[in-house]
């Protein structure tokens, strides 16, 4: 982490309330309240219209999504399930068990959009007594692994996975094992007093309906919780740099790391686990929106700015939340722009990693292997090939590829008779300390003695 800056600049501050006070009036929103965080402090909030405090709830749709993954993912990392289990082998009896954990989180399992029935955000839940009434007679619309489908119904059958294997209900779990160790203590499935009323605008004159505000029964983990702009800052801090109480740094990465191709016609944004990914220019955000009758939010993080934002609003439509909450982000990204941590050496690297320091070649393609402060070694391409990345000890004297073309890649030493390493491979791909290095074992061999010192003349081809 970057030193931790000051509060913002007075022209930044007057930049972001002039952004959120346009878009309050442009949307005619009844009321709209915003935060950034930096460094993992909330540095400014700012309310418009008819708001009571920072301390009110708002309906949060589906954001409660990236709540449940959580939930999910923690599951996952005490080795309960794995992302590529069926869901019938934790939750039988539904007609889409064949579907993987995976897959429901990240919307790719085929599943419809909504489940049958009135819309669901604005009829009770007990319309949809039990969890089969969530699905449809024909469940899929897509096949499984095919492509991106948003599905809410998907996320009520992961609601009820947590419930199989804790014991008890969804909500007492994200309770006991997100809300209170995050001091989250204004977030939950049902509103406490002051909560901000939803309304719906009147598209041609200035009148409020207000929207009822839905139990929604077995649909409640798709998006049914509220929380406060304080809490939600305080969410984004954690999506920022994770808490081993709840979900450390590394599954938070893989949350946000895209688990499908985006829409043909839309390659600045996509998904990952319980969790939307958006570029904004040479920007990475990622979070959730939400939207249910009466409610509009927005949390997204851009890690390496060390930045959130969170924009809380009680209208139906009318206001680009997302677009919203990221112009706030850009906002300050681009007018305090993150001071680096000062250089420092490293405090301890083992002799066997620093020999591995320098340059290596894949065939004459130069590059370089830099240890890193975490333990971690940095292989970096010097010709623009793009094929470096970052590689994490196994602790087997072998290291995972994290990033890039070599992602899930080990990377292993090679040794000669003496001992002494004679090139890595990675994947399969061999990197010498020459170019084709001689002494290496290369696919295909290199002719004696090398690289030759003079050039035989060319004759006519």
């Known amino acids: 982490m970057s030193p931790t800056q000051p509060d913002l600049l007075p022209e930044t501050s007057r930049a972001l309330l002039h952004r959120l006070a346009t878009a309050q009036v442009g949307a005619r929103a009844p009321s709209m309240i915003a935060a950034v965080v930096r460094d993992g402090r909330s540095v400014w909030s700012q309310g418009r219209g008819d708001v009571s405090g920072s301390d009110v709830q708002y309906r949060i749709g589906s954001i409660t999504k990236t709540f449940v993954t959580l939930l999910v993912l923690r599951l996952r990392d005490e080795g309960?399930?794995?992302l590529t289990d069926r869901l019938d082998d934790h939750l039988p009896g539904t007609t889409v068990g064949d579907a993987t954990i995976g897959s429901l989180l990240a919307h790719t399992a085929g599943l419809a959009a909504e489940p049958p029935g009135p819309w669901w955000e604005r009829s009770p839940g007990t319309l949809r007594p039990e969890l089969t009434d969530v699905l449809q007679d024909d469940p899929r619309v897509h096949p499984p692994g095919r492509r991106f489908h948003y599905s809410n119904p998907g996320f009520a059958l992961l609601g009820a996975l947590v419930e199989r294997l804790r014991g008890?209900?969804?909500?007492e779990v994200l309770a006991d094992e997100v809300?209170?160790?995050?001091g989250l203590t204004r977030t939950g499935v049902r509103p406490s007093p002051p909560q901000a009323t939803g309304f719906a605008v009147h598209p041609w004159a200035d009148v409020l309906l207000p929207e009822p505000a839905q139990e929604y029964g077995a649909m409640a983990p798709a998006g049914v919780m509220w929380s406060t702009v304080d809490d939600l800052?305080?969410?984004?801090?954690f999506l920022l740099d994770g808490d081993e109480r709840v979900l450390s740094a590394d599954t938070l990465e893989e949350m946000r790391t895209p688990a499908s191709a985006p829409e043909a016609g839309a390659w600045d944004a996509s998904y990952g686990l319980g969790t939307q990914i958006l570029r904004r220019g040479d920007r990475l955000l990622s979070g959730h929106t939400g939207s249910v009758p009466g409610f509009l939010a927005c949390v997204w993080v851009s890690p390496d700015d060390g930045l959130g934002a969170v924009v809380l609003t009680n209208t139906t439509a009318g206001v680009p939340i997302g677009g919203l909450g990221a112009d706030l982000l850009d906002i300050v990204a681009d007018s305090e722009p993150r001071i680096p941590?000062?250089?420092k050496p490293l405090p301890h690297v083992d002799q066997a990693v620093?020999?591995?320091?320098?340059?290596w070649f894949w065939g004459p393609a130069p590059f370089v292997l830099r240890p890193l402060a975490d333990g971690f070694l940095e292989l970096g391409a010097l010709s623009g090939n793009g094929l470096g990345t970052r590689v994490r000890p196994s602790g087997d004297g072998t290291w995972v590829g994290l990033t890039g073309y070599f992602a899930g890649e080990t990377l292993r030493l090679r040794r000669g008779t003496d001992g002494a390493v004679t090139h890595?491979?990675?994947g399969t791909f061999v990197f010498t300390r020459q170019p084709y290095d001689p002494p290496a074992v290369i696919p295909g061999g290199v002719e004696p003695p090398g690289?030759?010192?003079s050039q035989p003349e060319r004759g006519p081809a």
């Not at 620093?354 to 340059?359: H, I, M, N, R, T």
């Open 168 to 171: 008890k209900p969804w909500a």
């Open 80 to 82: 309960r399930l794995a």
């Open 341 to 343: 941590a000062p250089w």
């Open 233 to 237: 800052a305080r969410f984004a801090a």
């Open 179 to 182: 809300l209170e160790p995050l």
């Open 424 to 426: 890595l491979d990675l």
């Open 451 to 453: 690289w030759p010192t």
């Open 354 to 359: 620093l020999d591995l320091a320098g340059p």
